[in-house]
């Protein structure tokens, strides 16, 4: 299975790539709805962040308050570095049963859609690595367009994530989204075409096809085993 990392930045349109892959049928792996399963009411992770944060960040029918536990910890850069830390295994687990559903189902490409590609490590089981890049100005100008916020309030949620223009230099492809959806779309197409050609030797040995030979070669060998004996 070839397992696709697809990162960016607040604003950056890596949803809307995301988005394309989907329509294309390339099955996607969305980290943030991943994210918003495991801090589900009752769930260890609920419980863990819950614990850590208080009562102010629980709705009234005991949910955690999303946008609320957001504005505490784009603010703190310590809060935020503990919020990853407390839900990074639930997290990184839920990714690896989503994966694993999609293996079952004999899917040869899957794209991992992760906002913290590169900060939680998961970088380095996935290949190629797409950033979905956009110039500075166009950043905080669509980021400020679409919450409805200041620009300092943008400036300040931009300034709290990874800096793309680092990210860039560690992508195997890069998207430039700063221009119109029609030129996102026409990067998009020769992506697709990198991203779904054939598999490598080491891609296709852990694939479903794979594993089912090697299953049925030992099943062959043994029963040709058992009627020599």
Same mark, same amino acid.
């Given at each position: 299975?070839?397992?696709?990392?697809?990162?960016?930045?607040? /604003?950056?349109?890596?949803?809307?790539?995301?988005?394309?892959?989907?329509?294309?049928?390339?099955?996607?792996?969305?980290?943030?709805?991943?994210?918003?399963?495991?801090?589900?009411?009752?769930?260890?992770?609920?419980? +863990?962040?819950?614990?850590? @944060?208080? !009562?102010?960040?629980?709705?009234? =029918?005991?949910?955690?308050?999303? *946008?609320?536990?957001?504005?505490?910890? @784009?603010?703190?850069?310590?809060?935020?570095?503990?919020?990853?830390? %407390?839900?990074?295994?639930?997290?990184?687990?839920?990714?690896?049963?989503?994966?694993? +559903?999609?293996?079952?189902?004999?899917?040869?490409?899957?794209?991992? !859609?992760?906002?913290?590609? @590169?900060?939680?490590?998961?970088?380095?089981?996935? +290949?190629?690595?797409?950033?979905?890049?956009? =110039?500075?100005?166009?950043?905080?100008?669509?980021?400020?367009?679409?919450?409805?916020? *200041?620009?300092?309030? #943008?400036?300040?949620?931009?300034? /709290?994530?990874?800096?793309?223009?680092?990210? +860039?230099?560690? #992508?195997?492809?890069?998207?430039? =989204?700063?221009? $119109?959806?029609?030129?996102?779309?026409?990067?998009?197409?020769?992506?697709?075409?990198?991203?779904?050609? $054939?598999? *490598?030797?080491?891609?296709? /040995?852990? $694939?479903?096809?794979?594993?089912?030979?090697?299953?049925? *070669?030992?099943?062959?060998?043994?029963?040709? %085993?058992?009627?020599?004996?």
């Amino acid at each position: 299975m070839r397992i696709v990392g697809l990162t960016g930045g607040i /604003a950056s349109g890596k949803s809307t790539v995301s988005g394309l892959f989907r329509s294309s049928g390339v099955p996607v792996v969305d980290a943030d709805l991943v994210a918003r399963d495991v801090v589900k009411k009752g769930t260890p992770g609920w419980r +863990k962040v819950a614990t850590a @944060f208080g !009562d102010d960040i629980l709705l009234e =029918n005991g949910e955690i308050n999303r *946008s609320r536990l957001g504005q505490i910890v @784009f603010s703190d850069p310590a809060k935020r570095q503990l919020l990853n830390r %407390l839900l990074a295994p639930h997290i990184s687990s839920g990714i690896f049963w989503e994966i694993m +559903k999609l293996w079952v189902k004999g899917c040869k490409v899957v794209v991992l !859609d992760i906002p913290l590609l @590169f900060e939680t490590k998961i970088d380095r089981r996935t +290949k190629p690595i797409i950033v979905v890049w956009v =110039n500075p100005e166009t950043q905080l100008q669509r980021l400020m367009a679409r919450d409805g916020i *200041s620009e300092e309030e #943008a400036r300040n949620k931009i300034n /709290a994530q990874t800096s793309l223009d680092w990210k +860039k230099t560690k #992508a195997d492809i890069v998207i430039d =989204n700063s221009g $119109s959806i029609e030129d996102t779309r026409t990067q998009f197409q020769n992506v697709l075409k990198q991203v779904t050609a $054939s598999l *490598s030797w080491k891609e296709f /040995a852990f $694939s479903r096809e794979s594993v089912a030979v090697v299953l049925f *070669s030992l099943f062959i060998g043994a029963w040709m %085993l058992h009627s020599r004996i």
